[in-house]
């Protein structure tokens, strides 16, 4: 009976030594086409990975700032890398920011809508309207209506808390909830 282990053991390790290494790369995104992705890896290289032809179920779209490892094949050209797998391993947030947030603390409630198509509006605030959000590094910009761009720093992020302080004056610092 050992013996049989033993060789099953073997037989399990000769096949495992077989196995050919699955060529991947992992790194931040740093920008995305129809066509391929380009990531930064920890050793501070660029990498480009096309995403021409591939399975879309196996290789979903990605966002910059998504940190992602890819799974990728050597076309016969010998120097183009095509995705087969793509899994993102720790999300931008360009995917948290977008949502209903709400500032109950205060006197009246406050509130931000900032839209996936980077709309945003105020809600229960006067003044001019908003026209649009983006993210520059840590920081949200707000554009409103009449051109003028506010920026605040993001101090927290998360799936239900958002925490901004503006970077100017005369503007206060928004404890956000996500809300339904």
Not at 9 to 22: G, H, N, Q, S, T
Not at 137 to 143: C, K, P, R, S, V
Request: overall charge negative; proline content about 7%; charged content about 25%.
């Amino acid at each position: 009976m050992k013996k049989a282990l033993v060789i099953l053991a073997l037989a399990a390790l000769a096949l495992a030594a077989c196995k050919p290494e699955v060529p991947a790369v992992e790194g931040r995104v740093i920008d995305t086409t129809i066509a391929s992705i380009s990531l930064l890896t920890p050793a501070g290289d660029t990498c480009v990975v096309s995403t021409r032809g591939t399975n879309p179920m196996m290789v979903p779209g990605v966002l910059p700032g998504d940190e992602i490892r890819v799974v990728y094949e050597v076309l016969p050209d010998g120097e183009t890398l095509r995705a087969v797998q793509l899994g993102i391993t720790e999300p931008s947030p360009y995917r948290l920011v977008p949502g209903i947030w709400r500032d109950c603390s205060g006197a009246e409630e406050v509130g931000l809508v900032l839209a996936e198509d980077g709309s945003a509006k105020y809600v229960g605030k006067e003044g001019p309207e908003l026209r649009d959000w983006s993210l520059d590094g840590d920081n949200l910009a707000l554009t409103s209506s009449d051109g003028r761009i506010l920026m605040y720093r993001i101090e927290r992020l998360g799936a239900d808390s958002l925490l901004i302080r503006p970077l100017e004056e005369g503007l206060r610092a928004l404890a956000l909830s996500r809300s339904e």
